[in-house]
T-cell receptor, first 109, second 116 residues
Framework: AQRVTQPEKLLSVFKGAPVELKCNYSYSGSPELFWYVQYSRQRLQLLLRHISRESIKGFTADLNKGETSFHLKKPFAQEEDSAMYYCALVDNYGQNFVFGPGTRLSVLP | DAGVTQSPTHLIKTRGQQVTLRCSPK?????VSWYQQALGQGPQFIFQYYEEEERQRGNFPDRFSGHQFPNYSSELNVNALLLGDSALYLC???WGPGRANTGELFFGEGSRLTVL
């Protein structure tokens, strides 16, 4: 069964510190992996997708098929990064997104 | 472009009642997906509509049904409401499989349903 786990419900770091939000998945095929973010009083929106191999707002994520992980990283956290982050995978047909439970990132001044 | 719009934003129902939630997709999108997000959980896929048909369904009972109209807007209906149906219901739109699908979902702000 498809499943996404995010072990940390809450992650607090100080401004300027590195941050890593963990994501592990289980899927029998080759999924596409995404990170979605929800800032305070905003709707859920795409942050980045693994297929693009892009860096958005300083965040990167590497797909590790051996460890079935897709951790989100940023070398220097900013206060505006405080938000709820959801890791998600989609099946080959791009129709059924499976979301993890989310990690709330709090960047302290 | 207003993006994805949902109505109503909040509603309260009692057990056994029926509810209808509405969604208008982002301009240019032809596919609508519905998600249920319980408190403290990530969104859970209910079903997806494309070309006015249900294309895929998550692990939800038949009490959850939907519809897509020719203008691509959609409705989610839930019958015989249970206390456990209390949640935020999110609508997301995207391009269907017939077009270059980047896999990105555009979400609405949700309809918060409370069942008493």
């Amino acid at each position: 069964a498809q499943r996404v786990t995010q072990p940390e419900k809450l992650l607090s770091v100080f401004k300027g510190a590195p941050v890593e939000l963990k994501c592990n998945y289980s899927y029998s095929g080759s999924p596409e992996l995404f990170w979605y973010v929800q800032y305070s009083r905003q709707r859920l929106q795409l942050l980045l997708r693994h297929i693009s191999r892009e860096s958005i707002k300083g965040f990167t994520a590497d797909l590790n098929k051996g460890e079935t992980s897709f951790h989100l990283k940023k070398p220097f956290a900013q206060e505006e990064d405080s938000a709820m982050y959801y890791c998600a995978l989609v099946d080959n047909y791009g129709q059924n997104f499976v979301f993890g439970p989310g990690t709330r990132l709090s960047v302290l001044p | 472009d207003a993006g994805v719009t949902q109505s109503p934003t909040h509603l309260i129902k009692t057990r056994g009642q029926q509810v209808t939630l509405r969604c208008s997709p982002k301009s240019g999108h032809d596919t609508v997906s519905w998600y249920q997000q319980a408190l403290g959980q990530g969104p859970q896929f209910i079903f997806q509509y494309y070309e006015e048909e249900e294309r895929q369904r998550g692990n939800f009972p038949d009490r959850f049904s939907g519809h897509q109209f020719p203008n691509y807007s959609s409705e989610l209906n839930v019958n015989a409401l249970l206390l456990g149906d209390s949640a935020l219901y999110l609508c997301a739109s995207s391009w269907g499989p017939g077009r270059a699908n980047t896999g990105e979902l555009f979400f609405g702000e949700g309809s918060r349903l409370t069942v008493l």
